[in-house]
């Protein structure tokens, strides 16, 4: 435990914030892990990004998805999820995955679920509910987050990896919620020039406002009370899940080995960094008001 806290800050030194594009907040936490520990989380969120990506990029088209074509989607993401429970491939990349969880005893579970949020965004353009979204965020955010959390907490006995006698999803659940509600007013604007929305229709209703007022709101800039009273809501409901989340940490205390807690730490710190700067009066909303600099976040890490 000594050694690692010495380790920690030429460790930190040595994150190079400007290359970690995807999953930014997830890699830079990692990135001062151990080397294999670390490339385990990179193949991992390597494979997730891609499917969101073929989602997403299809989605921000203009031109409708047919059912066909639905079902062309789907079928697409429930063979890559088989490959997977079937622990073998010809892709290699496909196959280091494999091997990744093998080797890390990360729950197929975890994939499933991911997998399954995705075709929910492939066959839907909205939640009817909030209480929907926390659906959807089980397998969109927290499977996301369990792999981290997952990796965070194996320990190695005898040569290997022994499975985690904490409940992983319990653990990462709040956080991962918190975190995504943050996401999701963070990228606001951003997600509806892509035609993608994560704000429920009963939330938009309550305070008098459609899905389709959003993209105006998001284009001019205009932010109007109804719109600020959602993004209230929301920050509420962040709110709720970031108590949970430093209840959560404060679990792992004594349970977690120093670079790994110190890297569950620096992952709630940095979504809250964009949730402290959500200003429900005054506020914009727009990424770039939202997001750190990368001087910010380096200086906030090495502050943790």
Request: hydrophobic content about 40%; proline content about 3%; glycine content about 2%.
């Amino acid at each position: 435990m000594a050694n690692d806290q010495q380790n920690i800050e030429p460790l930190i030194n040595g994150i190079d914030i400007k290359k970690i594009d995807k999953h930014p907040n997830i890699l830079i936490a990692a990135s001062f892990w151990e080397e294999e520990r670390y490339h385990a989380a990179k193949v991992c969120y390597r494979f997730m990004r891609e499917i969101d990506d073929l989602v997403d990029d299809r989605k921000s088209s203009e031109k409708k998805i047919s059912c066909m074509e639905k079902q062309l989607l789907s079928e697409k993401i429930n063979s890559w999820i088989k490959c997977l429970d079937n622990n073998a491939n010809s892709d290699p990349a496909i196959q280091e995955l494999i091997n990744t969880i093998d080797t890390y005893k990360i729950p197929l579970a975890y994939f499933h679920n991911f997998a399954m949020a995705m075709q929910y965004d492939i066959n839907n353009n909205s939640f009817q509910s909030f209480e929907s979204f926390i659906e959807y965020a089980e397998g969109a955010s927290v499977a996301p987050a369990a792999i981290f959390v997952h990796l965070c907490c194996l320990q190695k006995e005898n040569g290997s990896f022994g499975i985690s006698p904490i409940d992983i999803l319990e653990v990462a659940r709040p956080c991962a919620i918190f975190s995504y509600l943050v996401h999701v007013i963070r990228d606001f604007q951003k997600d509806q020039k892509e035609n993608l929305n994560y704000f429920a229709i009963d939330v938009l209703k309550n305070n008098k406002l459609r899905p389709e007022d959003l993209k105006e709101i998001a284009s001019s800039g205009n932010i109007p009370s109804e719109f600020r009273q959602v993004i209230a809501y929301y920050k509420d409901k962040a709110e709720e899940y970031r108590l949970q989340s430093i209840q959560q940490i404060e679990r792992l205390q004594s349970m977690v080995n120093g670079r790994y807690m110190k890297s569950l730490v620096i992952i709630y710190q940095l979504y809250l960094s964009v949730y402290n700067r959500i200003d429900v009066e005054n506020g914009s909303f727009t990424t770039e008001e939202l997001t750190p600099t990368n001087e910010e976040i380096g200086a906030m890490v090495m502050n943790i």
